[in-house]
């Protein structure tokens, strides 16, 4: 059983940053591939970013790639998404998620993650 504790969600305006955090529990963490992913209101979640077990691979939507930043430090068990440059189609609540299938590559795919933590809020004011 993975517990996963999303953190660092708020309201800002258009054009600040904000770095959320997910936290997670379960002795194997490094071998986890871990992703973001969103869901704004009255839409379906949404692929953001994925990062390998190691770190060494990352894969971005289109819609935040160059602004959104995935990383991961597996001493403190911990997956971060920088955001810079935030915009109003941004706002969304996001969701850690992790795959605990061993992969060498990360996979953008919601059906492919079997844990998830319970979400941030993020606003973004124009």
């Known amino acids: 059983q993975v517990q996963l504790v999303e953190s660092g969600g708020g309201l800002v305006q258009a054009g600040d940053s904000l770095r959320l955090s997910c936290a997670a529990s379960?002795?194997?963490?490094?071998?986890?591939?871990m992703g973001w992913f969103r869901q704004a209101p009255g839409k379906e979640r949404v692929f953001v970013s994925t990062?390998?077990?190691?770190?060494?691979?990352?894969i971005y939507a289109d819609s935040v790639k160059g602004r959104f930043t995935i990383s991961r430090d597996n001493a403190k068990s911990t997956v971060y998404l920088q955001m810079n440059s935030l915009k109003p189609e941004d706002t969304a609540v996001y969701y850690c998620?992790?795959?605990?299938?061993?992969?060498?590559?990360?996979?953008?795919?919601?059906?492919?993650?079997?844990?998830w933590g319970q979400g941030t809020q993020v606003t973004v004011s124009s």
């Open positions: 998620a992790a795959d605990t299938t061993v992969r060498v590559v990360p996979l953008p795919h919601a059906a492919m993650y079997d844990f």
């Open positions: 379960g002795r194997t963490f490094n071998s986890y591939v």
């Open positions: 990062i390998s077990w190691s770190g060494s691979r990352t």
